[in-house]
């Protein structure tokens, strides 16, 4: 498993206590099984809110390479050749993809829902962050049956069989961690979902970059989650009207 850096910057200056950040998980093949410990209690919080901005960046050496899958089935929707299984997607400046950053122990969840799609036998988007108790909607847009397969610490906790284009089914996702979707027909589809604790994440866009607002004053235990790259936690403050730069390095 790939060590990871973390460096977290205040607004104009660098937050004190980041010594305190750690390496959860150091191997690379348990990713997936996460159990999201409860939070530990926050230190005292101010009235009023602010925002967390920041960016996952890629500073290793090496070049990231992808795999390729042999699409075997359902060619005439799947396509011919390879699917690239896009684990790793790097901007030219090194911003890094579908990093999962949220606040630990910041208010409670609310009920929302989020959409998976299958789609020439790919799941769409790769990466979800969803609230603890929220819904998942998992649709299948093509002309050919998948059988969506959730895993989340070693068990599975859905399967769908969706035999016809338009089939939609709901999954309510209670316990915060990594679900791991698969399609049990096509090898090569896969796609995550974190489930949070928290109202307060977001996911890195395709320049690695991240914002999450209205965060309620005080010090707090952010977490970010990476499918090749693993997890890290570090302590930020959180200020009124106030912008806490963060940026994780990540080789």
Not at 11 to 18: C, E, Q, Y
Not at 79 to 99: C, F, H, P, T
Not at 127 to 135: D, F, R, T
Not at 183 to 212: L, Q, R
Request: charge should be positive; aromatic fraction near 10%.
């Amino acid at each position: 498993m790939k060590n990871l850096q973390v460096t977290a910057l205040g607004f104009g200056m660098i937050l004190a206590g980041l010594s305190f950040s750690q390496d959860i998980h150091k191997h690379y093949n348990v990713r997936y099984v996460t159990f999201f410990e409860p939070s530990s209690p926050v230190f005292a919080r101010d009235s009023g809110t602010g925002t967390i901005e920041g960016r996952v960046i890629y500073v290793g050496k090496k070049q990231l390479k992808n795999k390729k899958k042999l699409i075997t089935k359902d060619k005439e929707v799947c396509g011919r050749g390879y699917k690239i299984d896009l684990v790793y997607e790097i901007s030219q400046d090194k911003g890094v993809k579908n990093a999962v950053v949220f606040v630990k122990g910041a208010g409670k969840p609310t009920v929302e829902k989020k959409k998976l799609i299958q789609e020439k036998c790919e799941f769409k988007p790769r990466v979800i962050a969803m609230e603890a108790g929220s819904i998942l909607e998992i649709i299948n847009n093509d002309p050919v049956k998948h059988e969506a397969n959730g895993v989340q610490e070693f068990e599975t906790i859905f399967q769908l069989s969706q035999p016809r284009q338009g089939m939609v089914n709901r999954v309510k996702l209670d316990k915060p961690g990594v679900v791991e979707v698969t399609c049990n027909i096509h090898g090569w589809m896969k796609a995550w979902v974190v489930v949070t604790e928290s109202p307060y994440y977001a996911v890195s866009d395709s320049n690695g970059k991240f914002v999450i607002k209205d965060v309620p004053a005080g010090e707090y235990t952010l977490k970010m989650w990476h499918e090749g790259f693993g997890e890290k936690e570090l302590k930020v403050k959180v200020r009124e009207g106030k912008v806490t730069k963060v940026t994780f390095e990540v080789k």
